[in-house]
T-cell receptor, first 115, second 112 residues
Framework: GQQLNQSPQSMFIQEGEDVSMNCTSS?????WLWYKQDPGEGPVLLIA?????ELTSNGRLTAQFGITRKDSFLNISASIPSDVGIYFC???????????????FGQGTILTVHP | DGGITQSPKYLFRKEGQNVTLSCEQN?????MYWYRQDPGQGLRLIYY???????QKGDIAEGYSVSREKKESFPLTVTSAQKNPTAFYLC???????????FGEGSWLTVV
């Protein structure tokens, strides 16, 4: 089956630093999504990417859909303490058909920000 | 407010008992999903439903059952056949043809 490798598994950074994390896939995806999960809560969608090469920003967050369709990265600039949480990438192979809505998730990146 | 509501937030179950987790959405989404999350791991799909009265098994359906009698509701039953049910369960939904899904706040199930 499809697999996503997300790295790094965890990051410890100082407030104000920039952060970068990425996901790579063994197969092609048509959609990449990035979620943030606070402890004990459901994941919240941060950025959705639908086209290869697409670069999308949401405030201090920037994500890109890799040209090969097999990877994506998420950058967080000027980190703040509330950025703490687990960040997940998710990919979807088909926009419709039997794979409709079925996402494959990365293992998550645990981000800790020291004030 | 529109959203996905899961209940209960915390649930304790004795071994050998079935338990049902509720998921209700008022987003008018056609598709609904159940995921399981274990500590330090990503999310794994249990079941999903694209329309009322229809649902399909996900990657880890064994020991679970669902129903979709109403568009707004997609309850998940964790049966006694599920060997390792202690986990965080997440319900999600999406629009028809949409490939972006939105999550509820999750339910913690602990088997004691």
């Amino acid at each position: 089956g499809q697999q996503l490798n997300q790295s790094p598994q965890s990051m410890f950074i100082q407030e104000g630093e920039d952060v970068s994390m990425n996901c790579t896939s063994s197969s092609i995806f048509n959609t990449w999504l990035w979620y943030k999960q606070d402890p004990g809560e459901g994941p919240v969608l941060l950025i959705a990417l639908y086209k290869a090469g697409e670069l999308t920003s949401n405030g201090r967050l920037t994500a890109q859909f890799g040209i090969t369709r097999k990877d994506s990265f998420l950058n967080i600039s000027a980190s703040i303490p509330s950025d703490v949480g687990i960040y997940f990438c998710a990919g979807q192979a088909n926009a419709g058909g039997t794979s409709y809505g079925k996402l494959t998730f990365g293992q998550g990146t645990i981000l800790t920000v020291h004030p | 407010d529109g959203g996905i509501t899961q209940s209960p937030k915390y649930l304790f179950r004795k071994e050998g008992q079935n338990v049902t987790l509720s998921c209700e959405q008022n987003l008018n989404h056609d598709a609904m999903y159940w995921y399981r999350q274990d500590p330090g791991q990503g999310l794994r799909l249990i079941y999903y439903s694209q329309i009322v009265n229809d649902f399909q098994k996900g990657d880890i359906a064994e020991g679970y059952s669902v129903s979709r009698e109403k568009k707004e509701s997609f309850p998940l039953t964790v049966t006694s056949a599920q060997k390792n049910p202690t986990a965080f369960y997440l319900c999600a939904s999406s629009i028809t043809g949409g490939n972006t899904i939105y999550f509820g706040e999750g339910s913690w199930l602990t088997v004691v």
